[in-house]
């Protein structure tokens, strides 16, 4: 049972478009997002965050954007470049019973920034 | 970077036989982690260690075994490896688990290991 969900396997946009990924969850237990990007032969490499208490955080041309309500995440990348053409895994933490967090990861996306 | 290094990078290996990843971290942090990425599944938790000697399991951990007798290791151990374990492995570190920021987990560069 897939708790998060990235349900697009890819996207391809202009350099200089936004990129818009999406990112579902079902467990309303998640208190923390995260986004991580990964280029090929390298571990995945944190991005930005957000907290269930907020519904925006922004840095520099990354934003996610929190929906508590329709469990529902977005990263837009505004402009793209050719540089962020990588996988993005979205991500909610979880605190098992012995009282710590524990990440749960999506299965993924692939982003094409085409020059 | 965070100071994570994992080896082998690259291991093939026969079906039946043993065998040992270890990560290594410089920056003293409490928690590790093991994960498998796998196209159809993403990143899943194997196990993972909140101290020396303390360790639990995660998502997917049937078939594998930790250990952690120091802060800065972290070995994850295949008793005997079989071709479903085929898969590139990340270890991961983080200051702390209470959740929030201290919470962002830090990856290494991932171990590529082939069971034939």
């Known amino acids: 049972d897939q708790q998060v969900k990235q349900n697009s396997p890819s996207l391809s946009v202009q350099e200089g478009r936004i990129s818009i990924l999406n990112c579902d969850y079902t467990n309303s237990m998640f208190d923390y997002f995260l986004w991580y990007k990964k280029y090929p032969a390298e571990g995945p490499t944190f991005l930005i965050s957000?907290?269930?208490?907020?519904d925006k955080n922004e840095d520099g041309r990354f934003t996610v954007f929190l929906n508590k309500s329709a469990k529902h995440l977005s990263l837009h990348i505004v402009p793209s470049q050719p540089g962020d053409s990588a996988v993005y895994f979205c991500a909610a933490s979880a605190r098992t019973q012995g009282g710590s967090e524990k990440l749960v990861f999506g299965k993924g996306m692939k982003l094409t920034v085409n020059p | 970077d965070a100071g994570i290094t994992q080896s082998p990078r690259h291991k093939v290996t026969e079906t039946g036989t043993p065998v040992t990843l270890r990560c290594h971290q410089t920056e003293n942090h409490r928690y590790m982690y093991w994960y498998r990425q796998d196209p159809e599944h993403g990143l899943r938790l194997i196990h993972y260690?909140?101290?020396?000697?303390?360790?639990d399991k995660g998502e997917v951990s049937d078939g594998y075994s930790v250990s952690r007798s120091k802060t800065e290791d972290f070995l994850l151990t295949l008793e005997s490896a079989t071709s479903s374990q085929t898969s590139v492995y990340f270890c991961?570190?983080?200051?702390?688990?209470?959740?929030?920021?201290?919470?962002?987990?830090?990856f290494g560069a991932g171990t590529r290991l082939s069971v034939l």
């Open positions: 991961a570190i983080s200051e702390s688990g209470a959740g929030g920021i201290k919470n962002i987990q830090y």
């Open positions: 260690s909140y101290g020396v000697k303390d360790t």
């Open positions: 957000i907290s269930s208490i907020k």
